[in-house]
């Protein structure tokens, strides 16, 4: 079998302007940021883009703002979940017809307690209405249950790939459990998962998973990049401890707004810290605990270009 590639995908932030509109200016610098700081790749319009607060329009828009200004399509796995069967199918089959990687795909979200058999036939319906006008979908799927509420589960997983082998591409696991991600490495060997924490790829990689997908790669591209090229060397230890500092910091504050925050530090730019309701922005001011949090994160990044 072909050695697998070990990937770090960026779930992009999304800045916005004063007035709460998209700012793809600032959207597609920062990405084009990322790559140029060793990502493979980036997964704009999950969580930590705040994708549930956009409209499928800005969704659209903003992912062909990536490829228009020369973004890979092969290296775009945008999120393209919704509450809703059409709205999903609408999201997936534009990134499709772009040319995406794949697509990222939540759960139907809102509804809770719900039996496995209602998960599959959402994603069984957004797959087969895709399919009668877009050919080359491919799911990466997205679980989250502490966010979702609905898991995704191996025999949900089975099923899925039984059905549509060739569709059915990857998983991003976001549990926070290594002994989930760990299950679906060995339970589904011919797919990509990816675990959400940096501080797991030499887990996730010895047990023959894909990489990351990480919120705080946003501040740290080039050092988890770094610890991936490092694996097996005898600098891994060192790359390992300095990615496990910069995450264990964002993982004592509120996630998506202190790596906005973030960002408009290294930046020197606090437009990118702008986040909408019902999130509220972080004083970056070191005199505050999350001010102080924030410059450490920052520092222990380092320079990113």
Known sequence: MTPRKIELFVPAITPFLEDGTLDTPRFVAHAKALLNNGA??????????????????????????????????NQLIPG???TSIADTVTLS????TLGCR??????PFYYKGVPEDGVYNFY?????????????????????????GVPISLPLIERLLARYPNVIAGLKDSSGSWDNTKSVIE??????????????????VAAGGAGCISASSNVNASGIRRLIDGLGSADEADLHKQVSGVRKIFESLPLIP??????????????YAIVRPPFVALDTDTDTPNGAAIAEAVRLAGRQE
């Open 187 to 204: 339970a589904f060997p011919t797919i990509d998962t990816y675990t959400a924490s940096e501080a797991l790829i030499p887990e996730n």
């Open 80 to 82: 393209t979940g919704c």
């Open 102 to 107: 794949g697509v990222l795909m939540l759960p």
């Open 40 to 73: 493979h790749g980036l997964a704009p319009f999950g969580t930590t883009s705040e994708a549930t607060s956009l409209t499928l329009t800005e969704r659209m828009t903003a992912l062909e703002a990536l490829v228009d200004a020369g973004v890979s399509t």
């Open 124 to 148: 069984a319906g957004v797959i087969e209405a895709v399919a009668e006008t877009t050919p080359g979908l491919r799911v990466y799927l997205y679980h989250i249950p502490q966010m979702s």
């Open 93 to 96: 089959a534009h990134a499709t």
């Open 258 to 271: 202190s790596i906005k925050a973030a960002v408009a530090v290294q930046k020197g730019d606090f437009a």
